[in-house]
T-cell receptor
Framework: SQQGEEDPQALSIQEGENATMNCSYK?????LQWYRQNSGRGLVHLIL?????REKHSGRLRVTLDTSKKSSSLLITASRAADTASYFC?????????????FGTGTLLAVQP | NAGVTQTPKFQVLKTGQSMTLQCAQD?????MSWYRQDPGMGLRLIHY???????DQGEVPNGYNVSRSTTEDFPLRLLSAAPSQTSVYFC???????????FGQGTRLTVV
């Protein structure tokens, strides 16, 4: 079964707008990671947030983590056409013992020029 | 560094055939994993390894075998291909726990 579920499943915005996608997970975690996948390509790591962190920034990305609600959000500010991709959250339900990541079903983001 | 290299990129098999998907990494990572990605399903873990000689099952291991004789290589074997194994397969490696995973470019497999 999927550990994470992203919401929404699909999102279409205009260039320059902000995009927010959410992830919910089921078990306790050591960290939560976000990945991007361009069409037909492998996944690329975006950001890792640890369970004792509430917010983390990387360039135009802002990730929040609420362990009490078992949820995370990824905000992409000032979006560009090149941000068009699928975005996945991933967690290790073993609590970091094995690094076997379980992925959500993803959010497909389309940024219209 | 090449990172994680998967071969082949595309493969068509007939039902019942066997084959091996290759995965190699040159980053001296201890942890390696195989995932399959199906439309609307995200990535599902097939098998993973925490080091040479150590493997374990993931969410969907049936019909697949793995071995890890070296740190660099983690091949995935399909024993008797079935149409249900039509998917895109990704290999990933990680230096240690609680760190980012590096993915290969994938193998698109079609079983007819």
């Amino acid at each position: 079964s999927q550990q994470g579920e992203e919401d929404p499943q699909a999102l279409s915005i205009q260039e320059g707008e902000n995009a927010t996608m959410n992830c919910s997970y089921k078990t306790s975690i050591n960290n939560l990671q976000w990945y991007r996948q361009n069409s037909g390509r492998g996944l690329v790591h975006l950001i890792l947030i640890r369970s004792n962190e509430r917010e983390k920034h990387s360039g135009r990305l802002r990730v929040t983590l609420d362990t009490s609600k078992k949820s995370s959000s990824l905000l992409i500010t000032a979006s560009r056409a090149a941000d068009t991709a699928s975005y996945f959250c991933a967690t290790d339900p073993s609590g970091g013992a094995t690094n076997k990541l379980i992925f959500g079903t993803g959010t497909l983001l389309a940024v219209q020029p | 560094n090449a990172g994680v290299t998967q071969t082949p990129k595309f493969q068509v098999l007939k039902t019942g055939q066997s084959m091996t998907l290759q995965c190699a990494q040159d980053m001296n990572h201890e942890y390696m994993s195989w995932y399959r990605q199906d439309p609307g399903m995200g990535l599902r873990l097939i098998h993973y390894s925490v080091g040479a000689g150590i493997t374990d099952q993931g969410e969907v291991p049936n019909g697949y075998n793995v071995s890890r004789s070296t740190t660099e290589d983690f091949p995935l074997r399909l024993l008797s291909a079935a149409p249900s194994q039509t998917s895109v397969y990704f290999c990933a490696s990680t230096l240690q726990t609680n760190t980012e995973a590096f993915f290969g470019q994938g193998t698109r497999l079609t079983v007819v």
